[in-house]
């Protein structure tokens, strides 16, 4: 008998993988969580049944979300990660020459263990050099921290649950305050094929604080539509601009697709301006 994992990505649209293996299943105290082997992508990470991250594809976004705000801002020595139990965006952080200090905040401690039982190459991260672990709420976190960071990255799941203020103005404001002078933010902001709200709430949100604020795109195919979009708020420095080219270079990011991933297709500048 074969054995399939669907995530309903919309309600009229399954993405499915074939599985040899569930690995966890458990319903923790803020989401049920999932570990399957899939054979196209590897190991795979569902939460309420939405996938992720997988081994196969965990690059593109980690990489994306990470390394375009690390190498745009001329010094981020302090970087706080809201979310991203997984441990991949803290591994691209600790890794960037410059940082000092990563802060990963994850609300459930479950999605960390299970990142340490089923995903080394995402929870190496955990214990390397100026990394730190905290279980707790992002969105008390960051109000409890006032002019802290140098870069504060979003790495939630879908508005939904604990992560619904994550995509809320007043949690902007607080990451506004939390962030030094010249400090910046970058959210995930969902796919502009079938969350064009999430894009206007996340982008109209930022732009209510950050003088300068960007949306850039990525191709992660385990996610809705395989098209993927980041927001950038800055208070000073240009997210399109690289700054640090020698520590540049991953398996999906390199100079040159920084500045790319910076030019839209027309619908999604159409969503933007009607968000505004
Ligand atoms: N890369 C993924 C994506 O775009 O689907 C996100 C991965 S990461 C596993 C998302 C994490 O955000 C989850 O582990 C979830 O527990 C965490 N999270 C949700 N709300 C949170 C909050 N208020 N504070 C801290 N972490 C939160």
């Known amino acids: 008998m074969e054995l399939w994992v669907t995530e309903y ?3 009229a649209l399954g993405f499915s993988c ?3 293996e569930t690995l966890r299943t458990e319903q923790t105290k803020f989401q049920h969580l999932s570990v399957v ?12 049944g939405m996938v992720q991250t997988t081994e196969k594809d965990e690059f593109v976004y980690h990489e994306m979300i990470s390394r375009v705000a690390l190498n745009s801002h001329p010094n981020p020595e302090q970087v706080l990660i809201i979310g991203g139990g997984d441990g991949g965006s803290l591994r691209e952080v600790v890794r960037h020459p ?11 401690d479950r ?3 299970a990142a340490r039982d089923f995903f080394p190459d995402l929870s190496c991260s955990f214990t390397e050099p100026g990394a730190e672990v905290v279980i707790a709420d992002g969105i008390q976190y960051v109000k ?26 007043g949690f902007y404001q607080n990451c506004f305050n939390a962030l ?18 999430v894009i206007k709430m996340a982008y109209g949100g930022i ?25 950038v708020g800055s208070k000073t420095h240009d997210p399109e601009t690289v700054k640090f080219t020698e520590a540049s270079s991953g398996r999906y990011y390199t100079s040159d697709l920084h500045q790319a991933a910076f030019k839209l297709p027309g619908f999604v500048q159409n969503i933007l301006k009607n968000g505004e």
């Open 37 to 48: 082997v899939t054979e196209q992508f590897g190991r795979m990470l569902l939460l309420d």
């Open 111 to 113: 999605v960390v263990q």
């Open 207 to 231: 732009k209510k604080f950050f003088p300068i604020t960007k949306l850039y795109l990525a191709s992660v195919p385990t996610y809705p539509s395989g098209l993927w979009s980041f927001t």
């Open 18 to 20: 074939k599985i040899s």
């Open 9 to 11: 990505q919309t309600p």
């Open 180 to 197: 030094k002078d010249d400090g910046m933010l970058v959210v995930q902001s969902e796919s502009p094929f079938f969350n064009e709200n």
């Open 144 to 169: 409890d921290h006032k002019n802290t960071f140098d870069v504060i990255m979003v790495d939630s799941t879908e508005p939904v649950g604990p992560a619904v203020e994550l995509f809320s103005p």
């Open 98 to 108: 410059a940082v000092k200090r990563g802060v990963l905040v994850e609300i459930d």
